[in-house]
């Protein structure tokens, strides 16, 4: 059968889709970028915003209307938070569980799937869809112990728990055989991984694994609760085989709306954590995610907030309106913020976050890093416009007569322009 893949919002429901894909090929279904043509399609919604509920109705309808007589099945927090609305679209066959997701496959196809088997397999016979593909979401962990009063995460994805450190290293070990350079592990909430099973050092002693036991050539954390960093934490980064970045969301530089929120931090512990980490790994590159609009949040507090994070000097941001979430704490606040207000707020914060990223740039340029091209964006008479990312996370580009998709090469970093970098490769000898 031709499968259509989908998903909308965060890294980990990315990473659920690609797991899902290798499963589709294992039984010897065929992936397919095209909706018209799919005899199945699949959607990973998100409901983490408005937003992106109303993008995840959206792509339900486009797919419909794409292949009218193609079998669809959701998944994700929306389709956990309101079945009923989804079940009652056209084309949708199923609405599987959150907490069933790990089963969708045989459950569309009626087959059980196989545990991966590490046969070395080209990655493009293996993942169709997925040429130029050189970075792997590796899903560590789901659910979250926390009840940030904004989340609606914890609603639709349950309680913490963690997938065995066996496993793990076993889909890596798998992704490497199929070509791939780097592998990002993700989670709801990556840094409790262990702490369902009683190991507060479970996420230290997970990376610790990979980076013995296999020769993965670059591992990345995506987002971590500052809060769940022990001291010893940094000491990870002596293997450079771990991309010196760290996302570390903020959600607000204010205390008096970080208590509202019930986030576990403070201006105070949030400082003394970026200085540890700069302390110990100076190339660190620190990003975070921020909520404007939040119920309660004055001119005052949002002025607070704005300055601390100018302090904080991230190197890169995401920016999102407060919206409420049916059945999180935030929506029987007081104070709701006015939606042009919020507006307001997350225009200067662009701006902030444009000037911080530009500022972390300029602070590369000479300097060498290590590249991973991924993909190629185009072509002038001079060459390919190849694209990667730096270790710590930076958007580069270069013209080279080569494509340079899926190596790892030194680069140096030149100047920045509208979020990415000029880089020289340098290819002696790779
Ligand atoms: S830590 Fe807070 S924001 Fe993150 S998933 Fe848990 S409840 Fe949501």
Redesign the pocket.
Known sequence: MKVHLRSVGCRLNQSEIDTMARQFVQQGHEIVQDAAEADWAVVNTCAVTREATRTSRQLIRELQRANPDSEISVTGCYAQIKPNDITVMPGVKRVVDNLAKSDLVETVTGVPVEPFDNEPLLRDEVLPGASGRTRAFVKVQDG?????T?????VA?GAGRSRPLTEVLEEIRYLQAMGFQEVVLTG??LGSYGHDWGDREGLVKLVQTILSETDLPRLRLS?L?PWDLSPNFFDLWDDPRLCPHLHL?L?SGCDATLKRM??RTTQADFRALVQAARAKVPAMSITTDVIVGFPGETDEEFAISQAFIEEMAFAGMHIFRYSRRPGTAAVRMRGHVSEDAKKQRSAKLHQLAERMTANFASQLEGQMYPVLWEHVGGATQDGFINLGYTDNYMRVYCVHPRVLTNQITPAVMGSYDDGRVFAEPQLDGV
């Open positions: 979250c112990d926390n009840a940030c904004f989340c609606v995460t914890t994805r709801v909430h987002s609760e969301p959600q019930l986030r």
